[in-house]
C-alpha cells in the first residue's frame, strides 16, 4: 500500500519549510528569510502516532507572478496539490491576512482535496489568539494555531491532518498483479517504452520534456500474464534561471515508486548515468523495491565489444550503494530486448517474494562465521546466535546477537553477500534488522 500524500503548502515566506524540517526530524529544506527560497518540492516520510505519511515541501505560491522563477514554482506547487490526499495551507499570523491569501485558498478550494489550515508563528496562544481567528474568513475551515520554530500546537495539527486520510482502499489491496513503476528523467524514452510493451500509442510522446502530465496506470499482458505500468512525468534537470539551488520535481516518482513492487529507472544511452538517476535510484532503494536500470536508446550508440562492460562498470561506480540492481541496454525505437525486460522484471518480483528456510540460513550465518571472525571491541567480541527471515517485498532478515553495538554495518553486508551468493536475491534490496538476545536466552 501507498503512504498518504500530505503537501505543505502557502505564501512564500510563511515557514513552510521550517515546519517541514521540524515534522521531517532533520534540516532537509533549505531556510532562509528570502521568499522563494525553497525551489522545488521535497519530501520526507513522516509518523504520526500509528499513521505514516509522505510530506512534500513545496516552493511559496505568488497567484500572479510574471516572474519565471515564481511561475515554475506556482506550477511545482499545483503539481504537489494534484497529487496530495492532504493539503497543509499554512499562513502568518505575524504578516496576518492578506489578499494572496485569498487567491491560493480559492486554487486549493478548486482540488477538492481536505484542507487543513495552519496559522504558524503563533509563539504566545493568550497573547495572538484574536489574530489567529481572523483567518476564518479564508471559508476552509478552522484555524490551527501552531508555532513551527518553538514547536508548539503540532500535535494537534497532526491529529487533524491524519483525520483525511481514507481508510485502507482494499481493492488496491486485492490487485495482485504486479505493479512496475517507469521512472527516470524527462526525455529519456519512458512512454515509448510502454507503447512499445502494449502495441499502442497509448501514452503522448513528444521531443519535449516533461510531455507526460501525470502518472498514468497501464495494463499490459505478457505471455497470459498481466502487469500495470506506472508512467511518471520525468524529474526536471537543474534550471539555469538564477542562483542553481534548484530542487528536483521528486513527489510524482516518489508515489510511483510507492505504489510499485519494481521500479525500472530509464538511462539515456547517449547522455550517460548521471547525479539525477541516483536521486531516483535512491528513492526506490530507500523504499526496499526491486529494481532494474534500462539502458535506452541503446541503438544509436557507437559500440565495440567492451562498450557494455565499460557502460555497465560505469553504472555500477555511480551507484554503488545498490550492487544488485540488475541492468539492461534496450531500444524503445527498434524494440531491441524489450522482451527480455519482461522476464527480468518476472525475476525481480520472484527474488522480491522469495522465502529462505531458517535452517538454510542459519547454516550459511554458520559457515560465514567460521570463514571469517566476527569484530571484537575491548575484548568482547560478537556472537552471532540466529537468524530468520520475517518478510518478503524486500525480503527482511533479523539477526540475533550478543551486542548490538558490535554488529559493524560491515559485518552484516558481509552476511548478506554470504546470502547472495546462494540465493542470488538479484534485483532486490536485503533488509536487515538486528536484535540483541542474552545468552541465558
Do not use: C
Not at 532503494?285 to 565495440?304: L, P, Q, S, T
Amino acid at each position: 500500500m501507498s503512504k498518504p500524500i500530505v503537501a505543505i503548502v502557502g505564501r512564500p515566506n510563511v515557514g513552510k519549510s521550517t515546519l517541514f524540517n521540524v515534522l521531517a526530524g532533520e534540516r532537509i529544506a533549505i531556510v532562509q528569510d528570502v521568499p522563494g527560497v525553497t525551489r522545488d518540492r521535497i519530501y520526507a516520510d513522516v509518523t504520526w502516532l500509528d499513521k505514516q505519511f509522505t510530506m512534500i515541501d513545496t516552493g511559496g505560491i505568488e497567484p500572479e507572478s510574471s516572474d519565471v522563477l515564481l511561475t515554475y514554482m506556482r506550477q511545482q506547487a499545483e503539481i504537489a496539490i494534484d497529487t496530495a490526499d492532504v493539503i497543509m495551507f499554512i499562513v502568518d499570523v505575524r504578516q496576518g491576512l492578506v489578499d494572496d491569501d485569498f487567491k491560493v485558498a480559492d486554487m486549493l478550494r478548486r482540488s477538492t482535496k481536505p484542507i487543513v489550515l495552519v496559522v504558524n508563528k503563533v509563539d504566545s496562544f493568550e497573547k495572538l489568539m484574536p489574530d489567529v481567528y481572523e483567518f476564518y474568513n479564508l471559508g476552509i475551515g478552522d484555524p490551527m494555531p501552531i508555532s513551527a520554530a518553538s514547536r508548539l500546537g503540532l500535535g494537534d495539527m497532526l491529529d487533524e491532518v491524519v483525520k483525511h486520510f481514507r481508510p485502507e482502499d482494499t481493492v488496491e489491496e486485492e490487485d495482485e498483479r504486479p505493479r512496475i513503476a517507469i521512472v527516470g528523467k524527462p526525455n529519456v524514452g519512458k512512454s515509448s517504452i510502454i507503447n512499445k510493451l502494449i502495441g499502442e500509442q497509448r501514452v503522448i510522446v513528444s521531443d519535449i520534456a516533461g510531455t507526460t502530465r501525470d502518472a498514468i496506470d497501464t495494463t499490459v499482458k505478457f505471455h497470459g500474464k498481466e502487469y500495470i505500468f506506472i508512467d511518471t512525468a520525468g524529474l526536471r534537470r537543474k534550471s539555469k534561471i538564477k542562483e542553481d539551488i534548484e530542487r528536483f520535481s521528486i513527489v510524482r516518482t516518489v508515489s510511483a515508486v510507492e505504489r510499485a513492487d519494481v521500479v525500472v529507472l530509464v538511462i539515456d544511452a547517449e547522455e550517460g548515468v548521471t547525479e539525477q538517476d541516483a536521486k531516483i535510484a535512491g528513492i526506490a532503494h530507500e523504499r526496499g523495491k526491486g529494481v532494474i536500470i534500462a539502458v535506452n536508446k541503446w541503438d544509436a550508440v557507437e559500440k565495440n565489444d567492451k562498450t557494455i562492460y565499460q557502460y555497465s562498470a560505469k553504472i555500477k561506480e555511480t551507484l554503488s550503494y545498490m550492487p544488485y540492481a540488475e541492468i539492461i541496454f534496450i531500444s524503445a525505437l527498434t524494440g531491441q530486448r524489450m522482451p527480455k525486460l519482461f522476464e527480468l522484471i518476472e525475476q525481480v518480483i520472484q527474488n522480491q517474494n522469495l522465502r529462505v528456510a531458517t535452517g538454510v540460513l542459519n547454516e550459511i550465518m554458520m559457515e560465514a562465521v567460521a570463514m571469517q571472525q566476527p569484530p571484537s571491541d575491548k575484548g568482547k567480541r560478537l556472537k552471532l546466535y540466529y537468524i530468520t527471515q520475517v518478510s518478503v517485498k524486500p525480503p527482511t532478515f533479523v539477526i540475533f546477537v550478543n551486542d548490538k553495538q558490535l554488529m559493524h554495518f560491515s559485518y552484516t553486508r558481509y552476511i548478506e553477500n554470504k546470502i547472495r551468493e546462494a540465493f542470488g536475491f538479484k534485483g532486490t534490496s536485503l533488509k536487515f534488522f538486528i536484535r540483541e538476545r542474552k545468552e541465558k536466552e
